[in-house]
């Protein structure tokens, strides 16, 4: 595809289920990040994917979250046993991978805990 | 933290008039970027400009960086309506990974 792509665009949990949110970067794109925003707030940190290397789960706020990434394609984030606290958009960005340049956004995934 | 801070955190303005933004950070970067929210989704990037930069344009906007005050301005000149979103600045350095501020959130109104 021409842009990142995230699925879904929209997720409704009740509190405590599992939920399991895509992201398809840019094809070519070595670097993927997960960042979470919460609703008027700025972006927190996830975790960062960059080729092969281990990721940077520095940002993760508990170990109910998770990340994959499938090479350098796809990535998954895991939440388990969602709180009402994890509601918040979830965007991913990608970038070619070099030093410091700028990331291209996804439209981000809204998830609402119940 | 080298997060970015944006001031103010709100500014509405009439068409036509100038719109700016501040950022300031707390260490050493390696550049500066804007980036532009709509509806509280996905961001696009405005705007890189690098430590050994001073000033940038893009269009109608222009961006400032001085490394020794650790700030940076955003101005959007002649805004228009369609300006209205959130603004956000996202400083890069050693860490590889940009980390951003809470955002100005600008409404122009026609």
């Known amino acids: 595809g021409a842009g990142v792509s995230q699925s879904p665009s929209n997720k409704v949990t009740e509190k405590g289920k599992d939920v399991e949110l895509r992201c398809d970067p840019i094809?070519?794109?070595?670097?993927l990040y997960w960042y979470r925003q919460r609703l008027g707030q700025g972006l927190e940190f996830l975790i960062y994917?960059?080729?092969?290397?281990?990721?940077?789960k520095s940002g993760l706020p508990s170990d109910r979250f998770s990340a994959e990434r499938t090479g350098e394609s796809v990535s998954t984030l895991t939440i388990q046993r969602t709180q009402q606290e994890d509601s918040a958009v979830y965007l991913c960005a990608s970038s070619p991978g070099q030093l410091n340049e700028k990331l291209f956004f996804g439209s981000g995934t809204q998830l609402s805990v119940l | 933290s080298q997060q970015g801070e944006e001031d103010p955190q709100a500014l509405s303005i009439q068409e036509g008039e100038n719109a700016t933004m501040n950022c300031s950070y707390k260490?050493?970067?390696?550049?500066l970027q804007w980036y532009r929210q709509n509806s509280g989704r996905g961001l696009v990037h405005l705007i890189l400009?690098?430590?050994?930069?001073r000033e940038k344009h893009s269009g109608r906007l222009r961006v400032t960086l001085d490394t020794s005050k650790k700030s940076s301005s955003l101005l959007i000149t002649a805004s228009r309506a369609a300006d209205t979103a959130s603004y956000f600045c996202?400083?890069?350095?050693?860490?590889?990974?940009?980390?951003f501020g809470r955002g100005t959130s600008l409404i122009v109104h026609p």
């Open positions: 260490t050493s970067i390696n550049n």
């Open positions: 094809s070519g794109h070595t670097a």
């Open positions: 400009i690098r430590s050994n930069e």
């Open positions: 994917f960059q080729g092969n290397s281990a990721p940077d």
């Open positions: 996202a400083t890069g350095g050693g860490s590889y990974i940009p980390t």
